[in-house]
């Protein structure tokens, strides 16, 4: 198998970028991208540590959970997790930050690519209050980039259309797929029980 080395390769095949995707990348938030985030439940975020080993996590809360701080400027709240920390981690190392996203039904999406950072600033964390929880750590994130992104790839998987979604039944569930992964000594129904009680103790 041969692989395509050279940006000069690549245009080739696929030829110039066309002038509306060129134009359509801004520097800063506008009223449409603010109107975005704030009716999006659910964001993307991609990392790299120093080695490039590359990362995508998910994080996910009521419509507007991620704040506008400036034009330039947004904050995520991390909420309660697995402590992995493969995102947070990888942002020490490298602050690029590529964000996606995303409002259910709508197959458009909003990419912001810029420069994140960690703090546990007690005034930030409190904005994020959920029942009188905080989140442990805020990710602050500095726009260089932002624009929409086309409903293709949308439209082509149906993602939003639950006529398409498969059976949940003919599926395993988690706690089934890390039995089987990790070689745990507790069953998966047992796995499963122990998840949906953490998940009631800590979604906040």
Not at 13 to 42: C, Q
């Amino acid at each position: 198998m041969e692989f395509i080395t050279s940006k000069e390769e690549l245009r080739a095949r696929y030829g110039e970028t066309s002038e509306r995707a060129r134009l359509k990348e801004m520097r800063a938030l506008d009223h449409h991208a603010r109107n975005f985030i704030v009716h999006s439940p659910f964001v993307l975020i991609g990392s790299q540590d120093a080695e490039g080993r590359a990362d995508v996590t998910p994080k996910g809360d009521k419509p507007g959970f991620v704040a506008v701080l400036d034009d330039a400027t947004i904050a995520i709240p991390d909420r309660p997790g697995n402590n992995r920390l493969d995102t947070w981690e990888n942002l020490l190392a490298n602050p690029a930050a590529g964000l996606l996203f995303m409002i259910p039904g709508m197959n458009e999406t909003l990419r912001i690519n810029g420069k994140g950072r960690l703090t546990a600033d007690l005034a930030l964390r409190e904005k994020f209050a959920v029942d009188g929880k905080l989140p442990i750590t805020v990710l602050v994130v500095t726009v260089e980039a932002c624009y929409m992104h086309c409903a293709k790839a949308f439209m082509r998987s149906q993602l939003w259309k639950p006529e398409t979604w498969p059976d949940r039944s003919t599926l395993p569930t988690l706690g089934q797929i890390l039995a089987d992964q990790i070689a745990m000594t507790q069953s998966g129904a047992e796995v499963d029980k122990s998840l949906a009680e953490a998940y009631a103790r800590t979604m906040w």
